[in-house]
């Protein structure tokens, strides 16, 4: 009887143990709360997470014809998990002086936010502490600037704030296409330093490159069709198959080859790894439906040519996400039948094996954020917003 009492006391506290290593906080916004808040759910929508995951940024288009006729169509929504619980959200609002917004970029603090508006021609600094926006630079006709591409705008592993874009001279002709870092202290013009001269990438390359996803200024991964040069020493270097497209790391005007399959379906990139999936043949359907491929699957790679076979079985894994750190990795099973989502990921740290997110298994279809350094995720299906961490 004692050794029982022992052992049932020992599988308690095994018990008690495991669910408080495993526990992880998961945090819902409900519409109710949004609804409470004037928030219009059909003009709203996540943007980003912060490097450490706990400041959330979103917008809501303004439904207020006063504000719209001084220009103030957006407002920035912030929202603070960093107490873990539904009762310590701190949500917050801030007007955005712009009638068309693009995108935005936290730095590493969650305290500043930079937008970008008007088609990149406007850029934002957002005080997320004071609730202040300003304009620190907007195309002005007859002065030098830089255009940000289709708003595109993002925070680097080294957690600088670059914009992808293009300089232009005081007859707003393009001098050349760069990524420029953006200091927030500063205005104007003087707010960008030109990182990396992007038409040198371009010329190099030539029409090579399908896809690009830029993970530092210098650095970046692409998928595209090399050709061969003539130089039998370059042949031979870049052994591949002409037939077959290449995964390629771009370092500073090096090129390495890290794989090569003939269809690259989905990819996403963060420091020197990047998740992707491959399939080995596609099968055209009748008009009107989805291509089927054979012999697919997802690996994870990283810059030193390690390769990991991610997905547990052949299925085509869609709306993969690499955390810019490189630490963590989200798949996502899609189910077009039920519409609905179920999200994997994996960790560095156990060789990306995938296991499910619970709470984000069989739900509806929704857009997902992933903090840089891995360890938290946001999501928004259209009524609510879900915070959560992955240990």
């Known amino acids: 009887m004692k050794n029982l009492k022992l052992f049932l006391l020992f599988l308690a506290v095994c018990l008690t143990l495991g669910i408080t290593t495993s526990y992880a906080a998961i945090v819902r916004v409900t519409q109710p709360k949004l609804t409470a808040l004037n928030i219009s759910v059909v003009r709203f929508g996540i943007v980003n997470i912060s490097q450490n995951g706990n400041i959330v940024t979103a917008y809501e288009k303004v439904a207020d014809t006063k504000l719209k006729q001084k220009g103030t169509v957006y407002k920035l929504w912030v929202f603070d998990f960093s107490g873990k619980t539904r009762e ?85 002709q393009i001098k050349a296409k760069y990524i420029a870092y953006i200091d927030p202290n500063k205005t104007g013009y003087d ?40 130089n039998p020493e370059i042949d031979k270097k870049y052994e591949f198959n002409e037939n077959n497209k290449v995964l390629c790391y771009w370092d500073k005007g090096k090129t390495t080859i890290l794989d090569e399959a003939p269809y690259f379906l989905h990819y996403s990139a963060g420091k020197d790894r990047i998740i992707y999936t491959v399939a080995q043949k596609a099968l055209d359907r009748k008009e009107g439906e989805l291509t089927q491929y054979q012999g697919v699957a997802t690996y994870v790679t990283s810059t030193d040519k390690k390769k990991v076979k991610v997905n547990p079985n052949d299925r085509l894994y869609q709306y993969l996400t690499m955390a810019k750190g490189g630490s963590t990795a989200i798949m996502s099973d899609l189910n077009l039948k039920t519409t609905t989502v179920s999200y994997f990921y994996g960790k560095s740290v156990n060789g990306f094996k995938m296991r499910p997110i619970r709470e984000q298994t069989r739900v509806a279809l929704n857009q997902l954020r992933l903090s840089e350094d891995g360890s938290a995720y946001v999501t928004w299906d259209g009524f609510q917003i879900t915070w959560g961490e992955l240990q």
């Not at 955005?96 to 936010?113: I, V």
């Not at 006709?141 to 957690?159: E, L, N």
């Open 191 to 230: 707010i960008f330093t030109p990182a990396y001269n992007t038409t040198r990438f371009e010329n190099a390359i030539g029409n090579n490159a399908d896809y690009v996803e830029w993970v530092d200024a210098g650095k970046c991964f692409w998928v595209g069709r090399l050709k061969k040069s003539g």
């Open 88 to 172: 310590s959200v701190k949500i917050s609002e801030i007007l955005l002086p712009c009638t068309a917004l693009q995108n935005a970029a936290l730095t590493h603090d969650g305290k500043t936010c930079i937008v970008t508006a008007e088609r990149g021609s406007k850029f934002i600094k957002v005080d997320i502490p004071n609730k202040k926006a300003t304009v620190i630079f907007e195309h002005t006709p007859g002065k030098q600037g830089f255009r940000c591409d289709t708003g595109v705008i993002q925070t680097y592993p080294d957690g600088k704030i670059g914009a992808s874009g293009y300089f232009y001279d005081e007859k707003a």
